[in-house]
C-alpha cells in the first residue's frame, strides 16, 4: 500500500499546482460540472491575499457526488520536443488527461491529443462517454504512470513508449447514487504508446497493452 | 411468443440476481459498460505488444499470439524483521497465520506482489487473493521457501499424471490413399493439488501445442491448433490438421500434446512454471486403403450380371 498512497500524495500536490495554475481552464470547459462543486470557485492566489478566499481544494468523487476541482493536466513544455524526452513528457500528459476524463467525463484534452485510429483509445472515450451520461459519474478510475520509458532511436516522426499504468478501482454511480454495475478492480498493467510529431506537437495514434 | 416474453420477465423477477446482488437497484437492462482501462484493451483486441525474449525490446504481438499472464509476482514476507529473530516482532494488527495443527508452529504471513511484467522497474501493487485472506508459509526457513518451491515444481510439473490428448482421425479406422484424413487432437485443462516442501500446491496445466506424427514419415507441429471434428458429410475436406496418405497401408498415428503449467502456493497468485512438459498419447492404428472407379454403360436392371452387381462375383 505504501507505494500507491506517497504516488498519490506526489501526483496531488502537483495536481493543485495546476489546478492554480489553470483555473481559468478550468471554468472555460464545456463539460457541465458537478453541481455539487458549483461552489464559487474564484480564487485569486491564496498565498497573496489576505482575504480568506477558499482555494478550490481537489475532492474525489464518492457515492454522494462527482469529483470536484479536479486538477486540469497542462501539456508540459518539454513534451513539444521530438526527442526520447519529448515522447515521454507527452505520454505522462496523455495518461493525465485520460485520469481527468475519468474523474470529470470530461474528453475534450484526450481528443485534441489523439489521432483518430486508436482503438483503444477510442473506447476509452466512449466507455467513459457512456459513464456520464443520465446524470451517472465515475468514482476512482484515477490513472498513474510511475514508469514512462521512452524508446531509444525509433524513427524521425514517430516514437514510441512503454508506460505503467496503475488504475484505481473503477465505480460507475447512477444519478441516485446507487452503482450503475459491480466495480471494475483496480489494475497495474504495462501499455505501448505510438505517436507522431506534428506541426503542432505530439498526437498518440496508437496505444496497446503488453501482454 | 407472448408465452416466452412472460416467462422471461417472470425469471427476471425471481432471480434478482447473483451478480447484480451486492450493489442495490442495480438493473440488469442496463448494459454493462467497460470501464475499466486495462479491461478496455483486453475487450477491443487492439493492437498487442509483446517483450521480444531475444532483443528485450517491446515489438507488436505476432498474429495467433496466446497471451499467457502478463504479470510477475513477488512475496513479501511479513513479520520479518531481521533474520535471525522471526515471528518476534510481529506488529499488532498484521496479519497471523495460526498454526495449521494443534502443537504445530504458526506460519509466516506473506503478503503477494503484482506488476506488470515488461516493466523492468515497476511500482508494484498488492495482490488480492480470491478470499482475501493472507497467504501463510510453513516452513523453518521461510525466506527461501519460494525460491526452493520454485525449482522443485520444474521437475515435478513433468512427472504429473497429466492426461494427454485424445486422438482422433475421420474416416477411421479406414480411410482413403489420395484422401484428406481429418486428425485432430482433444486436451483440456487440468489441476492438480500437490503437497510440496510441505505447502499446498495448485497446479494448473494448459495445453498449447502438439505435435502430429502420421506415421508416415510425415508429421505436423509443433501448432498451436488441436483440429477438430468434422460432420460426416464433410469428410475428406482439408483442415488445418488433415493428412493425405500417399501409400496404402497400416500407419501408426499419434500425437504429443505440450503442457504449459502454473502454480499457486498455499492460496498464492498463479505463478507461471518454466519450460514445457510434453505427453504422448497412445498412437491409433489407421488403414489407408486405395479406391478403384470404373464406369459402366449400363445399370444391373439393364445388364444384371454387371461388375459389382448383386450376385454378381
Known amino acids: ?211 | 411468443m407472448r408465452t416466452v416474453s412472460v416467462l422471461l420477465i417472470g425469471s427476471l423477477v425471481v432471480l434478482p440476481w447473483v451478480g447484480f446482488a451486492a450493489p442495490a437497484n442495480a438493473e440488469s437492462k442496463d448494459p454493462p459498460i467497460n470501464i475499466g482501462y486495462r479491461k478496455n484493451g483486453v475487450r477491443l483486441g487492439s493492437e498487442n505488444w509483446i517483450r521480444d525474449p531475444q532483443t528485450g525490446a517491446i515489438v507488436p504481438a505476432p498474429p495467433n499470439f496466446a497471451s499467457d499472464d502478463p504479470n510477475q509476482y513477488k512475496a513479501e514476507l511479513q513479520c520479518h524483521v531481521d533474520d535471525d529473530v522471526l515471528d518476534k516482532k510481529c506488529l499488532p494488527g498484521q496479519i497471523q497465520c495460526p498454526p495449521r495443527e494443534a502443537g504445530g508452529k504458526p506460519g509466516t504471513p506473506v503478503i503477494w506482489k503484482v506488476a506488470p511484467k515488461a516493466i523492468s522497474n515497476p511500482t508494484w501493487v498488492d495482490w488480492k487473493s480470491g478470499n482475501n485472506g493472507p497467504s501463510c508459509l510453513y516452513d523453518q526457513k521461510p525466506e527461501d521457501l519460494l525460491q526452493r518451491i520454485a525449482e522443485r515444481v520444474v521437475s515435478d510439473f513433468r512427472n504429473l499424471p497429466i492426461r494427454p490428448a485424445e486422438l482422433t482421425a475421420q474416416p477411421s479406422p479406414h480411410t482413403l490413399k489420395g484422401a484428406e484424413t481429418n486428425i485432430f487432437a482433444d486436451a483440456v485443462e487440468q489441476q492438480f493439488d500437490v503437497t510440496l516442501l510441505g505447502q499446498q500446491v495448485h497446479i494448473v496445466a494448459t495445453p498449447v501445442e502438439y505435435t502430429y506424427s502420421y506415421g508416415d514419415g510425415n508429421g505436423l507441429g509443433p501448432t498451436p491448433f488441436a483440429g477438430g471434428p468434422l460432420p460426416e458429410a464433410e469428410w475428406g475436406q482439408k483442415t488445418r490438421t488433415s493428412h493425405v496418405y500417399q501409400q496404402t497401408g497400416d500407419f501408426q498415428v499419434s500425437v504429443t500434446t505440450t503442457f504449459r503449467g502454473t502454480y499457486s502456493v498455499n492460496g498464492g497468485p498463479n505463478m507461471p512454471i518454466p519450460g514445457t512438459g510434453q505427453f504422448a498419447s497412445p498412437p491409433q492404428k489407421v488403414s489407408v486403403w486405395r479406391s478403384i472407379t470404373r464406369n459402366y454403360a449400363d445399370n444391373c436392371v439393364v445388364n444384371p450380371r454387371g461388375e459389382g452387381c448383386p450376385g454378381v462375383p
Request: proline content about 7%; charged content about 20%.
Open chain 1, 1 to 211: 500500500m505504501t507505494p500507491r498512497t506517497s504516488i498519490s500524495a506526489r501526483s496531488f500536490a502537483i495536481g493543485s499546482l495546476a489546478a492554480a495554475l489553470t483555473l481559468t481552464a478550468c471554468e472555460n470547459t464545456t463539460q457541465p460540472q458537478s453541481d455539487k462543486s458549483a461552489s464559487p470557485t474564484v480564487s485569486t492566489s491564496a498565498t497573496a491575499t489576505p482575504t480568506p478566499t477558499p482555494t478550490p481544494v481537489y475532492k474525489p468523487a464518492d457515492a454522494k457526488g462527482k469529483a470536484e476541482n479536479v486538477p486540469v493536466p497542462v501539456l508540459p513544455a518539454a513534451a513539444k520536443e521530438n526527442s526520447k524526452e519529448g515522447v515521454e513528457a507527452f505520454a505522462r500528459y496523455w495518461f493525465q488527461a485520460l485520469s481527468y476524463a475519468y474523474e470529470t467525463g470530461d474528453v475534450s484534452a484526450i481528443k485534441r491529443s489523439t489521432g483518430p485510429n486508436c482503438i483503444f483509445c477510442n473506447g476509452l472515450q466512449e466507455s467513459i462517454g457512456q459513464s456520464w451520461t443520465d446524470g451517472k459519474w465515475i468514482v476512482g478510475g484515477r490513472i498513474e504512470t510511475p514508469v514512462v520509458e521512452g524508446k531509444p532511436g525509433t524513427g524521425a516522426e514517430s516514437r514510441q513508449a512503454t508506460v505503467q499504468v496503475i488504475q484505481q478501482q473503477v465505480e460507475i454511480r447512477k444519478a441516485d447514487g446507487s452503482l450503475y454495475q459491480e466495480p471494475t478492480e483496480a489494475s497495474n498493467s504495462a501499455s505501448q504508446v505510438v505517436a507522431t510529431f506534428r506541426v503542432d506537437g505530439w498526437v498518440l495514434t496508437d496505444l496497446g497493452l503488453i501482454r
